[in-house]
């Protein structure tokens, strides 16, 4: 699954500023970084604001909305390092 070209469609048109700094997802190999500063969406490894790592299986179970990320949360299948907050703020730019 293309997860940076996914991410890029469902973010467009929404206002990444809300984010207030950086989110990178990590899922395997595969990365995706938005910068709400600069409305940019990358498969950049930079450092983040907050570090949201999980597996494929688990990131395309969010994507598809078949999970949650809550859950995911709650059951160890998904971890947030850094500003907690932004993994919340997240979810809107992503669903």
């Known amino acids: 699954m293309d997860y940076l070209a996914i991410v890029k469609e469902k973010a ?14 990590v899922a395997d190999d595969n990365i995706v970084f938005i910068d709400g500063v600069s409305g940019e969406i990358t498969s950049d490894d930079n450092e983040a604001t907050c570090t ?19 859950a995911a949360f709650m059951t160890g299948k998904l971890k947030v ?15």
Do not use: H, R, W, Y
């Open 52 to 70: 949201i790592t999980t597996d494929s299986e688990t990131m395309n179970g969010i994507i598809e909305g078949s999970s949650s990320p809550q």
């Open 12 to 25: 467009q048109g929404k206002d990444l500023s809300v984010l207030g700094g950086s989110v990178k997802f």
């Open 81 to 95: 390092a850094g500003d907690m907050s932004m993994a919340l703020k997240v979810q809107s730019i992503i669903s």
